[in-house]
């Protein structure tokens, strides 16, 4: 890189020409899910709840979404927690889990044209029918899908526009090719198969198979390069998309990487959705990936929510665009600056509009987390392009201008400057600084930096002293607040009609990122507290045929109860204290440091009260009124959430949870 920086306003006119379209834009896009990523907006209060769908999904208002991908719950760990399965079992279907139903619906009403994906990370156990393969049994998984779109029609009223395969694990053609007949059969043939949210080589697999390559309607690849070579795609004749694309910072790095990939990703590479992974930061700092979300919304108990300039990178191409205009191809009104960055345009094949976006983010601001970008350089310079008589030419109207620049905001984010005029050769020009991103459009009227206002003020800390007995919880949801990790922890009424808190996931599932380690865990609260008193009652029913089955409540423990103050009943009578919570192979903790019989017997079917105390390096249990164990040494230095869970997969209930400081 040599290009003298005085080098401006000498660059070639770049032509734009709607006589050589290339393919439709289908979505700019948001991923809920691949995990748990939404899971504290639920619980946000009005009006802050309903304004943080409008950030995301109102037309003109913020960052307006042609599409919304969600996870298919799968019971399993998939990155920032577990989204429950609408089938734990084979015999099981319950539509009223979970938030992807709530979400889905939320943005249906905000965007009635906003497209649906659904992707499955984990999947129950069931579906393996004993194998750990979603493939094995090909019909049972997709019988299991097509149960999960009838769910989104019959009761939500969702048409589901899209569905992927496995997330970043295999694909199978025999999988593929019966979920294909069993959709159609089912009433869903308008709903395409993604194939298969990873890398490219699903490309040279379907080169190969014509029948399976039939079945899937759309090439779906994770953080793809725009350096690679995608010929074996393109052979394919399908859309090709980022399918996830992203896992950078809410923030003006976040928004950069973003806004390039957004353009380059057609301008270089023939991609045609982008989808950001993820979403909504809505899962609790100290787990997986905190931050890398579109905007946050980590703080349900004060409302506050951050409206990040990732969202208005969004805003550049969705408010001036819809799915279906075409890309005009390269060199005639898409491709690379002549000193660094893109641009594309898109025309609305039904009308005269269209939207050039022209993006120049540097070296050091252009990576997305993966992959990583070859050195280059950009320069500031003045760019001409010139309209083809196909654009209208001379006639064309001043051109609305939008300007953010991701490199230094004092400059602007989605901010509108003043019109482009249009000369009577059909160009204009526009100086490009580094950093800088440009939506030049016909669209004048409707786009907008919306807004509603400063949020709540922010207050981090999880309040204390917690307690909830869920009788508020709405049936089949998580209690509030808490984050499941493994397993799913629903709240259902009892046979004598209170509400309780219970572990509903039978058997180890198909994971995706956990495949057996811990017992199912939900966790609340903070990564990092410290000295905390955390008290449920538990009670183990005389249907859990599992040898010896437990409850336990715990402090201190990290995303996933590896490590953590971990204090667990048994059936049998005995307990347990550890540092982290039971294995689910032997269903025994492996660093136990006090264990012995109980100070009263514990009775099936019988509440009991059980409590864990931490201060510094001390740790008392109490079960009923009598103490298990009380001031044992424990490492002090450890800090993080609260946790109920247990030690196998069977219906452990939990009930009166409360958490205050402790010492
Ligand atoms: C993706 C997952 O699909 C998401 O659920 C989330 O975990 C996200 C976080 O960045 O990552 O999975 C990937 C894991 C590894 C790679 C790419 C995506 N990789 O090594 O290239």
Known sequence: GTHPTSAEGSGSTLIVDKAHVGEPLDAIGGLSGGGATSRLLIDYKEPQRSQILDYLFKPNFGASLHLLKVEIGGDSQSTDGTEPSHMHSKDDLDYKRG???????EAKKRNPNIKLYGLAWAYPGWVGNGTSSPFSYPNLTADYISKWLQGAKSVYGLDVDYIGIWNERSSDATYVKTLRRTLDDAGFKHTQIVAKDGGADICNTLAKDKSYADAVSVIGLHYPSDFSDYSQCYALNKPLWASEESSSYDDLNGAACWARVITSHWALSRMTASIMWNLVGAYYHGTNWYASSMMTAVQPWSGHYWVSPVVWATAHVTQFTRPGWLYLNDSYGSGSLPNGGYYATLVDPNSSDFTITVVKIDHDHAPCTRPALPPFDVHAETVTFKLAPSMGGSSVPALAVWYSNFQNETQGIFKRLSDVHVGTDGTFSVHVPVGAMYTISTIRDGPQKGSHGPPPPSAPSFPLPYADAFDEVAESQEGKYLADQI????????????KVLRQMVPELPIGWSDHGSNGPVTVIGMREWQDVFVQVKVRLSSNITAHDPA?????RVDQMWDRGIVFCVYASGNYTLSIGGPKQSNGQPADVVSQGQLPTPIHRDHWHTISITCVNSSASGMFDSGFAFRDVAVPALDTGF???????????????????EAG
């Open 99 to 105: 938030y992807e139903w709530w979400l889905m619906t």
């Open 487 to 498: 397993g799913a922890f629903e709240v259902h009424a009892d046979a004598q009609g209170n």
């Open 551 to 555: 409850a336990c409540v715990a402090a």
């Open 642 to 660: 609260a946790a109920i869970g247990t030690n196998g997969w069977f219906a452990v209930e939990y009930d009166a949870l409360s958490i205050s």
